[in-house]
C-alpha cells in the first residue's frame, strides 16, 4: 500500500477543515498556560496553505510540502510557524521528486520533520510540547512498518501513540515556550501544540483510509 | 470587549496605515509583509538595526523608527512574532552594505522567527547578527523555563545601538554594545488589570477588582505572585528592590557565527548593581496607567535608588513598551557607563522618542 500525491493533497485540505473546526478548541487550551492564539495562527497558516496548493498541486509531493511549510512560516508567527514549517520543509525535502511514498518513504518522511522540528525548537519529550505527540507517533510508526504493518495499520498506531503522547503532557511541568513561565501552574493542562499535531497526523489517518 | 477598531482582523494593517500617514518624514510602511522602516532607507556605510514582535506593545517597535534609532521594525499580529519573510524583506529593504543587527526579545517565538530570518539574510550575503534581550527578573530561573523574557532594557537597546550605529560602529560594534546594554538592564513589570486581544475579544487572563500581578509579562504571562493590591509606594519598592537587589544571572544563549554561517551557544552573566551605579531608570505605563500614577512611581523609585547608592542619571517617564490597555506599570533600571551615555544623550528623531534634532 502506497500513499499517493493525490491523498496528501487531500490530507492538507483536511487538515485545514479540522484546524478551523478546532480553532477555538486549540485556542481554549492555549489560553490556559500560554498565550491563547494557537487555534488562531494555525486555522490562518493553512488558510494560506490552501491558497497556495493550486499553484503545487501538479508537482512532486516533495514540492508541495516544502510549499504548504513556506506558507506556514509567513503566516503563522509566534513559535507554532517557525516549528510546523520547519516539520513541512523538512518533510518535504526528505521525499524530494516523489509522486507517491512508500511505508518506507513515510519513516524517512516522519523521522526528518520529527527531527527538524526537534533542532528547532530544541525541546524534548517531556517538555511538554509538540515533540511529546510527535515522537511517540514516528516510534510507533517505523515499529509498525518495519514489521510489515501496512500503512494504514502503522498510521492506526501512531495516531494512538499521539494521543497517548497529547494526554500526557496533562501532568507535565512545561520547560519550553511561554508555557514554561507558569512553572507549577502549567501542570494539569493539555499542551496545544502537542494536541495540533495528533489533529494533523489524525487527519492523516482519516485520509488514507477513505475511498480513493 | 470596547475598542477603537474596525475588524479584528485589519486592527494591525489599519494601524500601520495610519503611523504612515502620520509621519510620512520619518518612515514608510510595506505591507504584505507587513514592516515599517525609515523614510530614508537604506542609509549606506551604516548598520542597519531592526527589531520586531507582537503588535500590542506599541510605540515599540515601529513608533522607534527613525533618525538615530531603528532602520526598521516588523510587527506580529497582536501578541505573536512576526514571521521570518517580513524580518528578511526588511532586513533587504534598509540594509546599506554595512550588516544588520537584529534586535530580539527572548520569547520563544520571537527567537526562532528571527533565527530563521538570519539565515535567509545570510544566504542572501547580508552580514547579520540576533542579540537577545533577556532582562526580566520576575523569572528567576533559566533552566526549566525558556529564560528571561526581553521587556524594557530593549527600549534603551534600541535606542543606544541606534545611536551607534548612526555614529558609525560596525556590525560587530553594535553588536557587542546591544549584549552590553542587556547584561547591564533589568526590569520587572506589574498589572492592576488584564487586557484584550481583538481577534480573541475576552480579558488574557482573570485578575479580581482587588488583585495585582506583580512581575507579570508584557503579553500578560503569569509573574511571581498574585496578591492583594498595594499602595504605590509600596509597589514600586517591591519592583525596585527585586531588580536592585537582584542576582547575578548566567544563561547560554545562540548567536550567530558570521565566518561559519551557523548558531554557537554562548554563555552570559550579568552582575548585579551595586553602590554608586550610574543608572538610566524607566518607568513605563503597561498602556493604561496615566502619566500622573507614573511620576508617583518615580518618586519612590528616586528614593529607593538614592537609599541604595543607585545615582539616576537619565530618565524615561510614559508609556514605550506596552500590553495594549493593560493597568500597570514597569522599572527599567540599566547601569550606565559613558559609552552608552553618550548614544542616549545623540540625537533622535522618531514617532515616540525625539530629541536634539
Redesign the interface.
Known sequence: MIVTKDQIVRWLRRVADVLEENKEYL?KLD?AIG???HG??MDRGFKRVLGQLPKVEDKDIGSILKTTGMAL???????????Y?TLFMRAGMAVDGKQELTPEDLVTLLRAAVDGVIQ??KAEVGDKTMVDALVPALQAFQKAVEAGESVDIALERAVAAAEEGMKATIPM?A????A????E?SIGHQDPGATSSYLILKALLDTVREAP | MKKLINKPENFVRESLEGMAYAHPDLLKIHLDPNFVYRADAPVQGKVAVISGGGSGHEPMHGGFVGKGMLDAACPGEVFTSPTPDQMFEAAKAVHGGAGVLFIVKNYTGDVMNFEMAAELAHAEGIPVQNILIDDDVAVKDSLYTAGRRGTGTTVLAEKICGAAAEAGYDLKQVADLCRRVNLNGRCMGMALTSCTVPAKGTPTFDLGDDEMEIGIGIHGEPGRERMKIKSADEITEMLALAIIEDPAYTRTVREWDMEKGEWVEVELTDEPFKEGDRVIAMVNSMGGTPVSELYVVYRKLHEICEKKGLTIVRNLVGAYITSLEMQGVSITLLRADDEMLRFWDAPVHTPALRWGM
Open positions: 485556542t489560553a498565550d491563547a492564539d488562531i495562527n512560516i509567513s503566516s503563522v508567527g509566534g513559535a507554532g510557524g517557525p516549528l514549517g528547532r525548537g511541568l520547560k519550553k515556550g511561554r514554561s513561565y507558569l512553572g501552574r
